[in-house]
């Protein structure tokens, strides 16, 4: 039942910065996990942070983009840095669980926050 809000996603230039952030309708003390999806291509889970404020991301965004959460405002936060043309998709921020070292995603889903970036 937790509502979520993406938003700060936009158009910018190769090697140029976004921040994303996903509002929280209920309680914020979850792990949760920010999703992309280009055109055509699978889903691929860019980063997550874990209950305790562990934070993992994927090989293609590490050292570029970084996860928290805004416990004062309720916000789970992506930070994107020195963004690729390959960062371009629809980035969708989740709330779930962590069964071992895999992320397991709540199934409802909002309407995310579209990234395109140009060379």
């Known amino acids: 039942q937790v509502q979520l809000m993406e938003s700060g996603g936009g158009s910018v230039q190769a090697g140029e910065s976004l921040t994303l952030s996903c509002g929280v309708s209920g309680s914020i003390f979850t792990a949760a996990g920010w999703i992309r999806q280009a055109p055509g291509d699978q889903r691929e889970l860019v980063a997550t942070?874990?209950?305790?404020?562990?934070?993992n991301y994927a090989d293609s965004v590490k050292g570029r983009f970084s996860i928290s959460r805004d416990n004062a405002k309720n916000t789970i936060d992506l930070r994107m840095s020195s963004l690729q043309p390959e960062d371009t998709g629809v980035y969708h921020c989740?709330?779930?669980?962590?069964?071992?070292?895999?992320?397991?995603?709540?199934?409802?889903w909002g309407q995310g926050t579209q990234v395109t970036v140009s060379s």
């Open positions: 942070i874990s209950r305790d404020g562990t934070t």
């Open positions: 989740t709330v779930g669980t962590f069964i071992g070292a895999t992320y397991h995603p709540n199934e409802s």
